[in-house]
C-alpha cells in the first residue's frame, strides 16, 4: 500500500461531512486492492467512527461512475430497509464538503467515507455452521433487494471481471511471454491449471439471467451481528454491477465451505467443508427461492469450483508479472494463494457428487414447486 501519513489521512478526512473533530485514525481490514482506514471522531461526549478508503484507480479505472453505482446501490437498499422496518443494515455514504460522494486529491487519488457500522463482526474462516448459512442468506437477500433497482444498468467496474475463458487465455500468454522467467519453477501449478481449462467456459455470465449482484462475496464482505448472530450488513460495493449470480455463491463457498485461510501456506491444512456448503445453499436459496432460475441452481454445484479456479489463476498470473495486482505481505504470497486455491479445487472435485447431492435436496422442493 501507498504510505499515508496520519496527518494525510486526516486532511484528507476534513474533506468530508464528518461529525466531530478527528482525534485518531488507523489502518483498517485487509482488503487486497484498495486501502482503508478507520477515523475516530471526538464529536463532545459521543465518538463517532467512520470508513474512509482510497479507491485503486489503477484497479477501478472509472472511480466516479463506481461512486455512482454505489450511491444509487446504498440508496435502494436503504430504501428497502427502512420500509420493511428492519434492524438490517447497509453502508452509507458520506457526502464530502463539496456535495459530492468522494475527493480527489492533489496526487489525483479518490477518496470515499462511508459511517462505520456499530455492531457487526466479519470472519476470514466460519467458527461455525449457523455463520455459514446467515452470511449466505445476507448475500442471497443483497441479490434479491437489488433485483428492481430502477434505471440504468451500473456501469461495468472492472470489465470481464467474472470472465473465466478471458481470465485463461490471459494467464496462457503471460506463461508463453514469461517476462520474468518464473514458469519453470510453478511448471506444476501452471499444469494444474491448464488440465482443468475446460472449467473456464462453465458459466458464462451471458447463459444466465443478468443481475446486480456483489461480485466479491468472500465471507469478510459480510457483517453479522455480534451477538445474534445474524447476517446484518454487505459491504465492500466497488465490484457491485450486473453479473451471474452463480460467482457470488461460489465466491461464498471458496472462501467459507473451506477449512483454511485464502493463502494456508500449509496444504495439508485446506480441504473443502461439506457440511459448511449445505448450509450455504440452504441460506442462500431461504433468500434467493423467489429470483432464481432453474439454470442457476442447475450450477449452484459447479460454481464454486469454477471461482476458485479463476482465484488460482489470477493469482498465478499476478505472480508471473511480478506481484503488480494484489498486495502482497511476504515473498511468495501469490504462491501461497495459488496451492491453497488450487488444493481447495482438488478438494471440491472430489465432493463433487456429495456437493449435487446436497444442492438437490435443498432445491428440490423448489424446482418441483
Ligand atoms: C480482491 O481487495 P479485496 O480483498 O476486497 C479482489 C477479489 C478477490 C480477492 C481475493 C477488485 O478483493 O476479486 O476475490 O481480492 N478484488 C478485486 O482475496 O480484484
Ligand atoms: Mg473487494
Redesign the pocket.
Known amino acids: 500500500m501507498a504510505i499515508h501519513t496520519k496527518s494525510f489521512i486526516s486532511e484528507v478526512g476534513h474533506q468530508f461531512n464528518l461529525e466531530g473533530y478527528i482525534g485518531s485514525s488507523e489502518v483498517h481490514g485487509n482488503?487486497?486492492?484498495?486501502d482503508t482506514f478507520l477515523l475516530f471522531c471526538e464529536d463532545g461526549d459521543s465518538l463517532n467512527r467512520y470508513t474512509l478508503q482510497r479507491i485503486n484507480h489503477d484497479?477501478f479505472k472509472n472511480p466516479e461512475g463506481l461512486m455512482e453505482n454505489f450511491s444509487r446501490v446504498t440508496r435502494h437498499l436503504q430504501a428497502k430497509i427502512e420500509k420493511d422496518g428492519s434492524d438490517k443494515k447497509c453502508l452509507n455514504l458520506v457526502p464530502a464538503k463539496d456535495g459530492r460522494f468522494f475527493h480527489k486529491d492533489s496526487n489525483g487519488n479518490y477518496w470515499r467515507v462511508t459511517k462505520f457500522v456499530d455492531g457487526g463482526r466479519s470472519f476470514d474462516v466460519p467458527e461455525d455452521i449457523h455463520q455459514a448459512y446467515e452470511a449466505a442468506k445476507a448475500f442471497g437477500d443483497f441479490q434479491a433487494k437489488l433485483a428492481d433497482l430502477p434505471g440504468d444498468p451500473l456501469i461495468e467496474t472492472?470489465p470481464d471481471f467474472h470472465n473465466t475463458r478471458k481470465r485463461f487465455e490471459h494467464f496462457r500468454s503471460v506463461c508463453n511471454q514469461d517476462k520474468l522467467e518464473r514458469v519453470a519453477e510453478v511448471q506444476d501449478l501452471v499444469d494444474f491449471a491448464v488440465v482443468r481449462e475446460h472449467l473456464a467456459d462453465l458459466i458464462k455470465v451471458e447463459n444466465f439471467p443478468s443481475r446486480v449482484v456483489h461480485n466479491?462475496t468472500?465471507l469478510n464482505n459480510v457483517l453479522l451481528h455480534k451477538t445474534t448472530g445474524e447476517g446484518m450488513c454487505v459491504v465492500?460495493l466497488?465490484?457491485v454491477m450486473t453479473g451471474c449470480v452463480l460467482h457470488d455463491f461460489g465466491?461464498l463457498v471458496r472462501t467459507a465451505a473451506c477449512s483454511a485461510l485464502?493463502d494456508e501456506p500449509e496444504v495439508d491444512k485446506v480441504f473443502f467443508l461439506p457440511k459448511i456448503f449445505g448450509a450455504i445453499v440452504e441460506g442462500y436459496l431461504k433468500a434467493t427461492s423467489n429470483i432464481l432460475e432453474s439454470s442457476e441452481i442447475e450450477h449452484l454445484a459447479v460454481a464454486p469450483q469454477v471461482i476458485t479456479y479463476e482465484?488460482g489463476l489470477r493469482f498465478l498470473t499476478d505472480y508471473l508479472e511480478g506481484d503488480v495486482y494484489?498486495k502482497v505481505k511476504r515473498p511468495g504470497h501469490n504462491l501461497d494463494r495459488v496451492r491453497a486455491q488450487f488444493k481447495l479445487l482438488a478438494s471440491m472435485e472430489e465432493h463433487f457428487e456429495q456437493a449435487k447431492q446436497i444442492v438437490d435436496l435443498y432445491s428440490r422442493p423448489l424446482l418441483s414447486g
Do not use: S, Y
Request: without cysteine; negative net charge; glycine residues 6%.
Open positions: 482488503g487486497n486492492v484498495n484497479v472492472i466479491d468472500k465492500d466497488d465490484t465466491d485464502e482465484l494484489f
